[in-house]
């Protein structure tokens, strides 16, 4: 594995690359990996042998301070988890060199993220997100990248840009990874005590209830309140079914749909999702 610190000699290396005619696919994480990128790494070496995995703790995405601080970090046991997963470039920018200057341009998709999902609690977070995620591109000309849907309306936001600035980035989706007993995997939960952790299954249940309601037939009111039940003991940002597409929530029944809650426990904000699409 070829580890890459230096945006400079990101953008030669891929250039060498795309004039090789070398398709690459990529996948852009924070760190501290766990399976649930391991999936993510396994999912993109399908589309295209040749995988870029970039770690960067993007601080323009984050809402308070406290939290970028506190975001988990273990960069050896980061490049253990590349290498045993078949990570062909490890792309490590430092800060200085990422945003050698406050960024003065964002990118944003208000129909996307006013008042929907976590855009409506989280000012400016998804144009910190695409910020970094544009750039990224740009470094590593990618002709793929891989996404995770535990964070759906990010996955929907990089897929529109993509393909609306036409980057030449087709951008894949894989399905959420899963602890033993639901919980969607994340790197905070390493931030969780043990009491935490047995709350934050309560999303896991939520969302479950949620989908047993609409498969058997409950108005959305039912299914709505079932899903609220064991959420009760945390504080809730959202808990509701929403069209895919569009992140409004569902008026009227609908085969595909989002069943999405965003919570807090522990002080740490844990986000999980339900996606329903027809097979094609």
Known sequence: MQIIRSVSEMKAFSEKLFREGTPTVFVPTMGYLHEGHASLFR????????????????????????????????????????????????????????????????????????????????????????????????WTKPAAAVFGEKDYQ????????????????????????????????????????????????????????????MDSGSSLDEVRQAMLEPLQPLKVEYADIFHPDTLTPLQERAEEYLLAVAAWVDGIRLIDNFLIRKPH
């Open 154 to 213: 990010q996955f929907l936001l990089i897929a529109r840009m993509a393909q609306e600035l036409d980057l030449g980035v087709t951008v894949y989706s894989a399905p959420t990874i899963r602890e033993s007993d639901g919980l969607a995997m994340s790197s905070r939960n390493a931030r969780l005590s043990a009491s935490g952790r047995r709350e934050a299954i309560r999303i896991f249940h939520a969302l479950s209830l949620g989908k047993n309601g």
């Open 43 to 138: 999912r993109a070496k399908q589309v295209h042998p040749v995988l870029i995995a970039s770690i960067f703790i993007n601080p323009i995405q984050f809402n308070s301070r406290e939290d970028f601080e506190k975001y988990p970090r273990s960069e050896e046991r980061d490049l253990e988890i590349l290498k045993r997963e078949g990570v062909n470039i490890a792309f490590l920018p430092p800060a200085s060199e990422v945003y050698p200057q406050q960024p003065g341009i964002r990118i944003s998709y208000p129909a996307l993220t006013e008042g929907k999902l976590c855009g409506a609690t989280r000012p400016g977070h998804f144009e910190g997100v695409l910020h970094i995620v544009h750039n990224l591109f740009l």
